[in-house]
């Protein structure tokens, strides 16, 4: 069993910045990839940014690309997700999850095994 627990959500302006943290207990955090997940209302869950367990690869959603930074410190089983240059499309709930040991990152939720409860993120314009 894995828990995950997000934070850092909010409310914030346009062009603002937010930090989402996600503490990891359970299992050994080191040893799997992560990723991070939006769901907007009406919409479907998608996948934003994933890490490997050691941390040396990265994948990004298009539309995140260079304003999303992910990153891991697995000394603290912790997962982050900077967020630069927010707009109001960034809007929805967000979610981090535990993704398998691979060389490759999945941005298929269903690839995912285990879930945080969601933190909301609200941009307004």
């Known amino acids: 069993q894995v828990q995950l627990v997000e934070s850092g959500g909010g409310l914030v302006q346009a062009g603002g910045s937010l930090r989402l943290s996600c503490a990891a207990s359970?299992?050994?955090?080191?040893?799997?990839?992560m990723g991070w997940f939006r769901q907007a209302p009406g919409k479907e869950r998608e996948f934003l940014a994933g890490?490997?367990?050691?941390?040396?690869?990265?994948r990004y959603l298009d539309s995140v690309k260079g304003r999303f930074t992910i990153s891991r410190e697995n000394a603290k089983n912790t997962l982050y997700l900077q967020m630069n240059s927010l707009k109001p499309e960034d809007t929805g709930v967000y979610y981090c999850?535990?993704?398998?040991?691979?060389?490759?990152?999945?941005?298929?939720?269903?690839?995912?095994?285990?879930w945080g409860q969601g933190t909301q993120v609200t941009v307004s314009s």
């Open positions: 890490i490997s367990w050691i941390g040396t690869i990265t």
């Open positions: 999850a535990t993704g398998r040991s691979s060389v490759v990152i999945s941005t298929t939720p269903t690839t995912y095994d285990y």
């Open positions: 359970g299992r050994t955090f080191s040893t799997y990839n």
